[in-house]
């Protein structure tokens, strides 16, 4: 359940942080956020990969185990164009609280409808879904950086 809270916590954080922050970063953060976010994504997706090849020889180090801090860092890499969408909500008078409140239970409804379907395909998949993971963080940073 940490990943759910972590991704929707931040979906949601980011929005109000951007609203606050307003025009004085608005223009480096949206000129910066793309390549920010596909650097994180692709460093993470590319170990992912790695690691799908190049499992430990002494088998007792479980890379699989999400730790806080990879969840922090990945968290922060895909809300991080949520930031210059908060920037927005300045311009278009929207009211934040309750945007970013909307923003944050719609991620953690669907971070948690992902989970289940990627256990029942990482079950299907095996080691492969580390692969098709890593592949599809690569994917979403690309599509930021675009």
């Known amino acids: ?3 759910p809270v972590f991704f929707g916590a931040f979906q949601g954080l980011m929005p109000l942080l951007g609203f606050f922050a307003g025009s004085l970063v608005a223009e ?5 956020a793309g390549i920010v976010a596909f650097v994180i994504l692709g ?17 007792d180090v479980d890379d699989k185990t999400l730790t806080i801090g990879s969840l922090f860092v990945q968290a922060i890499a895909t809300s991080i164009d949520a930031f210059a969408v908060g920037v927005s909500f ?10 970013s409140g909307i923003i944050a239970l719609t991620t953690f409804v669907c971070t948690c409808l992902a989970l289940v379907v990627g ?4 079950n299907k998949l095996g080691e492969k879904a580390t ?7 690569i994917l979403i940073g690309i599509k930021a950086l675009i």
């Open 28 to 32: 480096v953060i949206e000129r910066y």
């Open 131 to 137: 692969v098709v993971g890593g592949v599809v963080l």
């Open 90 to 99: 300045v311009g278009m008078g929207v009211e934040p609280l309750s945007a």
């Open 119 to 122: 256990r029942t395909f990482g």
């Open 43 to 59: 460093f993470v997706g590319g170990k992912m990969i790695w690691d799908a090849f190049h499992e430990e020889e002494d088998g």
């Open 1 to 3: 359940m940490l990943m």
